[in-house]
């Protein structure tokens, strides 16, 4: 079949291939200790579910308008300004259907053939795809381990040239956990200011982060909105994945374009699932304590878990609810290796150990796992005595 270059740059979101994997051997009966999906395993609060069911009941089941209903655009900006510090208007905001169509929608409009994009790695799957698929090029720039893979101005200038567009933070970071201190987002906000340069600040783990870390936008920096735009979600601040309901908010002009790709493809984003998440943002917001309260007990047990097995490291994550450990020392030809590459790991892990995982290749870093803790404690007891189970046995036979 003839496809069009496009659609052939890209590939199918690793995580969902291992995700759908996992999957079929859980349909045959298989017991998977699952760290792969990235969703909080928390149910939606009573309160926006309530409000969804009162919006069906209230039949606004209708088109909205393209950008989203009015009210759910003023409560947005009203809460970013309460909880992170900006100063946005409704005219600034448009909803969209998650924060992954947000970023999709926001590159398509800003990058074309030619246009490079500066991209930390280990990132997050769909950035270089949503990237190449408008056009563009994304240039890597890798974060290191020892610095809690926290992105650093310094090396984004090092590869800084005059096609660069955009630059891609995302803080904390899927994969990695790590967190970009407001300090250093303030050198990459100069940096991109400099430049006449984008600064895409996706936030969607932005109220999972650990101490002593805070909750933070660059959107709270003085003459920020020049050069900021900000990818939201409320995916994971409020267990919402399945509702689909993200939201950018950057300069008028820039809106009214993603405005206008909408308006040609999704058109509103579900009507129900808008009256939902004006109840997110409006509402009481003590159900986030209390997954952040779990979140961080499960990353204890998790990085401690994993570090106490021989030949592996593991940072601890400054956000999220990712694990991120080194497992390179197993791999290769060496005498503790039990597989050629992180791929081949991860596929042996979920075939012999139905451990489910992603591997860090996914993200641009070879001879790392990913691990999502959005499960249980008792679950994550389970996983890690099947990894442990595994990676020791390559130790005994050597
Ligand atoms: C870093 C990052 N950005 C954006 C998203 C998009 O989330 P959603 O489209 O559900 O809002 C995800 C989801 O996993 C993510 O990890």
Same mark, same amino acid.
């Given at each position: ?12 979101? =690793? ?5 759908? #994997?996992?999957?079929?051997?859980? %349909? +045959?009966?298989? *017991? !998977? ?104 090029? =994304? ?5 290191? #381990?020892?610095?809690?893979?926290? %992105? +650093?101005?310094? *090396? !984004? ?242």
């Amino acid at each position: 079949m003839q496809l069009t270059n496009r659609i052939n740059r890209i590939q199918i979101s =690793p995580t969902a291939a291992v995700i759908n #994997a996992a999957e079929q051997l859980k %349909a +045959k009966g298989v *017991d !998977i200790a699952d760290f792969g999906p990235g969703e909080p395993d928390f149910p939606t609060p009573d309160h926006i579910k309530k409000a969804a069911i009162k919006a069906i009941e209230e039949n606004r089941s209708k088109y909205t308008p393209t950008g989203g209903i009015m009210p759910l655009r003023e409560a947005i900006v009203a809460w970013h300004k309460r909880e992170l510090g900006s100063d946005y208007t409704a005219k600034e905001c448009v909803v969209n259907v998650g924060g992954k169509h947000a970023i999709f929608n926001t590159v398509s409009v800003l990058i074309q053939h030619g246009d490079e994009v500066i991209l930390p790695a280990p990132y997050w799957v769909s950035f270089p795809d949503i990237i190449k698929y408008a056009g563009g090029t =994304p240039v890597i720039v890798q974060t290191r #381990a020892e610095n809690g893979f926290g %992105a +650093k101005a310094a *090396d !984004i200038e090092k590869v800084i040239t005059p096609k660069t567009k955009m630059v891609i933070i995302n803080s904390p970071c899927n994969p990695t956990g790590g967190v970009v201190t407001p300090e250093e987002y303030e050198r990459i906000l100069a940096l991109c200011r400099k430049h006449n340069i984008w600064l895409m600040d996706d936030e969607c783990y932005s109220h999972f982060v650990y101490e002593p870390h805070k909750p933070f936008s660059i959107a709270s920096a003085r003459d920020s909105k020049g050069n900021v735009i900000v990818i939201g979600s409320v995916s994971k601040t409020f267990a919402m994945t399945g509702w689909r309901i993200g939201y950018t908010l950057a300069p008028e002009p820039l809106i009214q374009a993603i405005i206008k790709v909408q308006s040609q493809s999704t058109s509103n984003p579900t009507s129900i699932a808008q009256y939902a998440a004006l109840e997110a943002m409006r509402g009481t917001m003590e159900t986030v304590p209390v997954m952040l309260a779990e979140y961080a007990a499960r990353r204890k047990r998790i990085v401690e878990g994993l570090r106490a097995i021989p030949g592996v490291t593991c940072e601890w994550p400054g956000g999220a609810f990712y694990a991120f450990p080194n497992v390179s020392a197993h791999l290769g030809e060496g005498k503790d290796a039990i597989a050629k590459n992180c791929t081949d790991l991860a596929k042996l892990l979920l075939e012999q150990a139905h451990v489910a995982l992603v591997p860090g290749a996914a993200f641009g870093a070879p001879g790392f796992l990913r691990l999502s803790y959005a499960t249980s404690l008792e679950r994550i007891e389970e996983g890690l005595r099947r990894l442990r189970k595994t990676f020791t046995r390559a130790e005994a036979a050597s």
